[in-house]
Each structure stands twice: as C-alpha cells, then as structure tokens.
C-alpha cells in the first residue's frame, strides 16, 4: 500500500499531521507494506524568496487578525505539536516561500533521503532559532545533514530549473486530486484523508485501504505471444 | 499513475516484455505522470546460488522438452528480443538463482539506480557471455557502473539478510495481487498485465488506468482540530 503526503515545510499543521499519521503507521499491523512518499505543495506560491516576514505578522495581515489572535493561533500550534513530542518555537518563526525546499526534497527522493530531509527541514523551521527562508547556506547545511551529496544540493539550489517541474507536477496533481488543503494524505489513490487528523482518523484509514485493496482487472490480448517455457511459469509460492 | 513490474531477472520474457511495455510508455501522452517500480520475483527461488546450469539442458529437464525443442523455443525468444531491439544470445546462456540481485535491486532502488541496475543485469544475463550467476565480482561490477557505491553493494552482497526482507515481501505480494506469471504489470493497483503482451495492449491498459482514476473518498473526523490559520488554507491554484 501505499501513501502519499502533500504538504509544504511553511505549513505547522503538516508538521503536526506528519507525526500524527506516523503514530497510527507505527500502531498498523501491516506497516512494513506501506509506502510513504512526500510530495510537494506550496502554501503560499507567489512570495518572492527574499519575501520573508515574521509569521505573527504574516498572519494578521493575511487573515486580518489582531497579533494576540495570531499569538494564541501559534500558542495552540505549540500545544498541538508538544502533544506529539514535536519543539515549536511559537515566537519569532518567519514566513516566506519554500520553492527551493520542495525542489531539494525530490532530489533526496532518488537518493531515498526524502523523510530524513523533510523531518529535518520541518525541525529547523518550527524548532531553531536560525531561519530557513532565503538562505542558501541553511539549505545546503540540512541537506547535507540528511545525507545528500553537498555539490549535487549546490547544483540543485543554483539551478532555478532542476526538480522545478517535479514541484509543479505534484502541485497539479493535488488539484486533480480535490486537495482542499494540505496537509492531505491519499491512500492508494483512494482515500483522502484531508488536514492532521487525529491518529485515530489515520489507523481508520489504514485499516479501510488495506481492507479494501481491490482485486485487479486484467487487459490481455487474445493469443499473443507473450510467455513460453519458462517465461510466464512461476512456481507454487513457498 | 504508478506501474509496478514483477520480474525475474533470468526470464527472458520479463527482458522483452519491459522493451514492449516501454515502447507503449514511450507514446503515452501522460508519461511524465507515469512512475515505475520493479518489483522482485523468482522463478526458480529453491535453486541454491552454487547450482548454475546451461538453460537448454535446464528447459530439457524442467519441460521434459528435447534440446531440439528448447533451441527451438530460444530461437523464438531471440527473434522477440531482435524485433525490440535487444541483443539476446540464443546459446550457451546460464540459468542459476537470482536472490541476490533482487537484493540488490532493493538497495538500487534507495538510491533512485532501480532502472538502471535491471537494464544492466538483463543485459549481462541474456546479451553477455560471462554469466551473471554464482559470480559476486560480475554483480558489483555490473552494480557500480549501474551507479552504485562499490562499498555498499559488497556489503549487501556479504549479509544475505540484507534486503532479504523486502525481496519476500515483493513475492508475497504478486502471490496476493493474483500473478500467475511474470512479467506482471500492475496500474495504480487497479488493471494487471499479465506476460509480454505487445505494446499495443500496454497502451490500451495505461489509456484505461489513466482515464479511470477513480475520485478519493474522504475519511474525516467530525470537528477535530486539524487545520488553522494557515495550516490548511489553500491559495486558488494558478
């Protein structure tokens, strides 16, 4: 089986939702069959990279809110995260766009460094004090942290084009999809699971899409020639 | 869309069969969308490492077939293979247990070389005169100019535990998706293809996958606290 997680290194809901999901992964019984893998999402597309504010700024300026509303927002945030054993720094994080993140997290996808480099990116955003936005040096120091080769992560960051269309891919994919926002799980390209539910929601999930697991239809051809001895022969399973 | 293929590197109807199949992928208007995952399998899983046999005398014990009847059946797979454009030795190829490149298959596809490593090892098993079995130079050989670190493979290739758990589960799996024989494609986990069908009922079976994506179904929780200020808002795509 296998689950893909749409979200973005800006988002605190992701990084709470991904720690969520990964306790009811832990809890499912047939976890050594699941598959995880991240794709990319960008809550905020449009900001320039050297756009980076405060996030209690962003947010009442985005959503119109006093900075006491942004605060206990944030305040919530910290409390949601700490319940799942995650730090969260809830003053004094910065916004801004996570384009080059996304473009590095599919680089760690060929070398099977993808989780290591989100879980990484996700801390050094919401748990250190140094800020991740437009800082090329930041990146490279993480990247190389979750163990990617540092010339190919240079090459990557000095190169706008290099995983671009990958980022814009997965990006139109959680449209066609129905993502309504992220984060937003799917299960086997059948179920959807929208926003960090609670582990709970998860284990349901997991549960129905292993269970339902349809048996497959076959296309064939009528007398094409397409096994012979020893070609399509498979031996009774052990 | 994801395709999975179950294949054995010692079945020569796995190496024209993936020729086939991406001739069809190659015409696909949505191939970029399109992922592809090998899968592991084993033909001959009970055959110990040290017992390599030519193929003829193998087909002759195996089918109870004359030597006649077995040139004559490698004959004909030549024949499939030249029309692909695969080079394909008709004589004196070797038959053996291909456990441990499935292994390392795994290890390859952590570091994104999966497709790589296969093309190599099909081409040394059926292209070749030095045989692929029973031989670990010959595998970290062809596994570093398949791109992987020479240190790695060879510790692969010391630990037979390692990757051993993921191979099984690969042909536990097929078991449970219904494969009757390899080469077997499966489309997003929902249409099968069994055997080397010509590329025409590839492109049939990816134009069908692809139009049928089923809608997810959403599993939610009532009124949990999953999403907030900028956790799950959506920007309108653009």
Same mark, same amino acid.
């Given at each position: 089986?296998?689950?893909?997680?749409?979200?973005?290194?800006?988002?605190?809901?992701?990084?709470?939702?991904?720690?969520?999901?990964?306790?009811?992964?832990?809890?499912?019984?047939?976890?050594?069959?699941?598959?995880?893998?991240?794709?990319?999402?960008?809550?905020?597309?449009?900001?320039?990279?050297?756009?980076?504010?405060?996030?209690?700024?962003?947010?009442?300026?985005?959503?119109?809110?006093?900075?006491?509303?942004?605060?206990?927002?944030?305040?919530?945030?910290? %409390? $949601?995260?700490? #319940?799942? *054993?995650?730090?969260?720094?809830?003053? +004094? !994080?910065?916004? @801004?766009?996570?384009?080059?993140?996304?473009?590095?997290?599919?680089?760690?996808?060929?070398?099977?460094?993808?989780?290591?480099?989100?879980?990484?990116?996700?801390?050094?955003?919401?748990?250190?004090?140094?800020?991740?936005?437009?800082?090329?040096?930041?990146?490279?120091?993480?990247?190389?942290?979750?163990?990617?080769?540092?010339?190919?992560?240079?090459?990557?960051?000095?190169?706008?084009?290099?995983?671009?269309?990958?980022?814009?891919?997965?990006?139109?994919?959680? %449209? $066609?999809?129905? #993502?309504? *926002?992220?984060?937003?799980?799917?299960? +086997? !390209?059948?179920? @959807?699971?929208?926003?960090?539910?609670?582990?709970?929601?998860?284990?349901?999930?997991?549960?129905?899409?292993?269970?339902?697991?349809?048996?497959?239809?076959?296309?064939?051809?009528?007398?094409?020639?397409?096994?012979?001895?020893?070609?399509?022969?498979?031996?009774?399973?052990?």
């Amino acid at each position: 089986m296998r689950v893909e997680i749409w979200s973005d290194i800006a988002c605190p809901w992701c990084y709470v939702g991904k720690a969520r999901f990964e306790r009811a992964l832990a809890a499912f019984p047939q976890r050594d069959q699941v598959e995880v893998v991240h794709r990319s999402f960008e809550l905020d597309p449009g900001r320039a990279k050297d756009d980076v504010q405060p996030v209690l700024t962003m947010l009442a300026k985005k959503y119109g809110m006093s900075e006491a509303q942004a605060r206990a927002g944030e305040d919530n945030l910290g %409390a $949601q995260a700490a #319940a799942e *054993g995650l730090e969260y720094r809830t003053r +004094d !994080r910065d916004h @801004g766009n996570t384009f080059d993140m996304h473009r590095l997290l599919h680089l760690a996808k060929e070398h099977g460094r993808q989780d290591e480099l989100i879980q990484r990116l996700y801390r050094a955003n919401f748990a250190e004090e140094r800020s991740v936005f437009n800082d090329d040096e930041r990146l490279v120091e993480i990247a190389v942290g979750a163990g990617l080769d540092e010339a190919e992560v240079r090459g990557v960051l000095a190169d706008p084009r290099a995983y671009a269309d990958e980022v814009r891919a997965d990006e139109r994919e959680a %449209a $066609q999809l129905g #993502a309504t *926002g992220v984060p937003f799980f799917v299960l +086997d !390209r059948k179920y @959807g699971v929208s926003g960090a539910q609670p582990a709970e929601v998860f284990e349901r999930a997991l549960t129905q899409a292993w269970g339902e697991r349809s048996p497959l239809t076959l296309i064939e051809d009528g007398g094409a020639d397409a096994c012979g001895p020893d070609g399509c022969a498979v031996p009774p399973r052990q």
